[in-house]
């Protein structure tokens, strides 16, 4: 019984941070680029505000990784029920309530673990590598 809650986990924590993980997508590669020495803070800076903000012809890249972003969540979650047995509309109508409250749970974790490592992780590690981002600390302007 062990084994199936700690799989049961491990499945949840991937459909979760996956996603997640390729949403940052646009601020992400900067940081590691300066932690490996690959790349100046002004270089990093510039693809950073580049990807994110959608300059020089780049504002699809954003709500691309966004959306690929919800699809990979919502396969994960299809592939997760169905390797619990629930395969058809019928299935999921008998357990509507673990379907829902699984979705809500997985949905609203792997948005606020966007926020967390988007907004405030990487933020923080782009600041104390020297790139620009001081002024994007959402809980000093208030």
Request: hydrophobic share 50%.
């Amino acid at each position: 019984m062990s084994d199936d809650s700690d799989s049961d986990r491990r499945g949840l924590f991937a459909i979760i941070g996956i996603p997640a993980l390729l949403a940052s997508m646009c601020c992400l590669p900067s940081v590691v680029m300066v932690l490996l020495g690959l790349s100046t803070v002004t270089a990093a800076a510039s693809l950073s505000d580049t990807l994110y903000w959608g300059l020089d012809g780049w504002s699809w890249f954003r709500p691309t990784l966004l959306g690929v972003s919800s699809i990979l969540l919502i396969s994960g979650l299809v592939i997760y029920f169905r390797n619990r047995g629930i395969c058809t509309l019928d299935d999921a109508v008998r357990n509507r309530r673990k379907v829902i409250n699984t979705a809500l749970i997985v949905g609203i974790s792997s948005y606020l673990l966007y926020l967390l490592f988007n907004y405030v992780i990487l933020t923080e590690i782009g600041i104390l590598l020297g790139l620009p981002w001081e002024s994007s600390r959402f809980w000093t302007k208030w």
